[in-house]
């Protein structure tokens, strides 16, 4: 961990409130992306958002320096977003989805930044038949970018169980892009 936020945590473990409103800022993104992706519902990752944000400000002092801080932030996220899924109904993909994939996928600006409405499209569109570990294991992965060892981390699954559940949801999402005509060898 840099040592700036080495000394931003332990001013937060102190219960200084601006310090912990330095974490807030650097780590918003990073939680309402997660959130994004796997709830499928803007209004529902800005409340998983204030919800992480709160769990972390009450739970900081039980964070052991010298792990990734993000990794810990992670953890909480994904660990909320679970619970909500558990109590949410699921999540279909709505016709307009397959219209946003396809715009989506015909873009040839690969700057395009996506919209929220956008990608909560895409991944309910991609996502449609995955268990939520599957689900769980795809976005930390190839949404955001996280190594096995860090979701093997946030997830408290095992090398064996990533690569199983990334392995499935990839050829179900596989298997969802050639219905919707796309040849995914190439």
């Known amino acids: ?100 994939l396809m715009r989506f996928a015909l873009d040839v600006d690969t700057q395009r930044t996506l919209e929220n409405q956008e990608w909560v499209a895409i991944v309910r569109m991609l996502a449609d038949g995955l268990s939520t570990k599957q689900k769980l294991v795809f976005t930390l992965v190839q949404l955001e970018g996280l190594s096995s060892q860090e979701v093997e981390e946030i997830t408290g699954f095992d090398a064996k169980q990533v690569k199983s559940n990334l392995y499935v949801a990839r050829q179900t999402i596989r298997e969802q892009l050639k219905k919707l005509g796309y040849d995914t060898n190439g």
């Open 1 to 100: 961990m840099v040592q700036i936020e080495t000394d931003i945590v332990a001013r937060c473990q102190r219960g200084e409130k601006e310090a912990f409103r330095w974490v807030v800022q650097k780590y918003q993104r990073m939680v309402f992306s997660l959130a994004l992706k796997m709830l499928c519902d803007e209004e529902e990752a800005k409340d998983m958002l204030q919800e992480t944000m709160i769990k972390v400000w009450q739970n900081i002092g039980e964070y052991e320096v010298g792990k990734n801080f993000t990794t810990w932030i992670y953890t909480i996220a994904v660990r909320l977003c679970l619970d909500r899924l558990k109590s949410m109904r699921r999540t279909v993909p709505m016709p307009e989805d397959e219209k946003v």
